[in-house]
């Protein structure tokens, strides 16, 4: 959004500008720059609302559902290298992705829904149970660095978790 706003004002200052000549060979031969004789019109404060606006609204696809985790995302991941060791039973940073939920070390989400937003994102609508309770909650997953990181990032709270996959 942010290149069209600065596309068009980019354009809409040339124009301003332009006077037909460039403004070198307009300054050599005297000639007074073009003012538009105080005719100017005023911005609209919504270019939207502008007749001759040709700018066309980005719409973004529609997330795509999907019935379990793609390969890309499953696996074990860890926050530290001491999370990715199987012999340790303390590795609280582990996140185990399945076909269909996360394992952490205390608790295990059940996927309600799931939806591919991009190639390497998706959304995940999670029932969880542990420590003797029971919530829901909504995680966006992002996988990068060629799918060797995956970024969890909780919906309510601005709490984003970066975790590196596990040898196998």
């Excluded at 390497?120 to 149970?129: E, I, M, R, V, Y």
């Excluded at 909504?138 to 975790?163: C, H, M, N, W």
Aim: hydrophobic share 35%; aromatic share 6%; with cysteine.
């Amino acid at each position: 959004m942010r290149w069209m706003v600065f596309a068009l004002g980019s354009a809409l200052a040339l124009a301003g500008c332009s006077s037909g000549e460039s403004g070198s060979n307009a300054s050599e031969k005297g000639d007074a720059p073009v003012t538009g004789g105080g005719q100017d019109q005023p911005t609209p404060s919504n270019l939207t609302d502008d007749p001759q606006n040709a700018i066309e609204p980005i719409t973004l696809p529609s997330p795509r559902p999907v019935a379990s985790f793609p390969p890309g995302f499953r696996g074990r991941w860890g926050m530290v290298a001491g999370d990715c060791d199987p012999a340790r039973d303390d590795a609280k940073g582990l996140m185990e992705v399945t076909a269909t939920g996360l394992r952490f070390h205390g608790s295990r989400g059940t996927v309600q829904s799931l939806a591919v937003v991009a190639p390497d994102t998706l959304t995940a609508q999670l029932s969880f149970t542990g420590e003797g309770r029971r919530w829901s909650r909504a995680d966006r997953l992002t996988l990068i660095d060629g799918g060797k990181t995956l970024v969890r990032q909780e919906q309510k709270a601005p709490s984003v978790f970066r975790y590196s996959r596990c040898p196998a």
